[in-house]
Every structure is written in structure tokens, then in C-alpha cells.
């Protein structure tokens, strides 16, 4: 699981379970106190490095396993403009 901050948002990705391995986006409003469920990524991961660059959340890397195994070597981009 991977937390960004935006501008008076969070956005949080991936994350895993006991047996799976998640592919979520959900994003946190400071201002209302809200959660939100956005459209999910198209790889599932988790232990990624998640990183923003002006409105966009880039995951990087993680794995596709609950036991850290399954590396991914690709890179998602979310735009949150």
C-alpha cells in the first residue's frame, strides 16, 4: 500500500491481505473528512514506492504477492487533475 498527498487530498493505492493482493485507489478529503472509492488500477500491488508530480500519483514497482514475491516492474501513472 502506497499514500500520496495532493493538495488537500490523499490518495491511497494497492495494499494487500492475508491472501491477495489489492488494487485499490481511494482518496481522503482533508476539507470534508470523506473517503472515496476511484476506479481501481489495472495491476494489483502492493510495497510499491508511490510518488506525485504536480496532480499526478505515479506507483512504481511492488509485488503481486501476499509473500513479496512476483516483483512487477512497471509503472502506473494516475491523473488526479
Do not use: Q
Not at 500491488?45 to 512487477?72: D, F, K, M, Q, S
Amino acid at each position: 500500500m502506497g499514500i500520496e498527498p495532493l493538495v488537500r487530498r490523499g490518495v491511497l493505492v494497492g495494499g494487500e491481505e492475508p491472501t491477495m493482493v489489492l488494487n485499490v485507489v481511494e482518496m481522503y478529503d482533508i476539507a470534508n473528512a470523506k473517503w472515496s472509492t476511484l476506479p481501481p488500477m489495472p495491476t494489483a500491488r502492493h510495497a510499491e514506492v508511490v510518488a506525485t508530480v504536480g496532480n499526478t500519483v505515479y506507483c512504481i514497482g511492488g509485488a503481486n504477492r501476499p509473500t513479496h514475491e512476483g516483483p512487477i516492474a512497471t509503472v502506473e501513472a494516475l491523473d488526479f487533475m
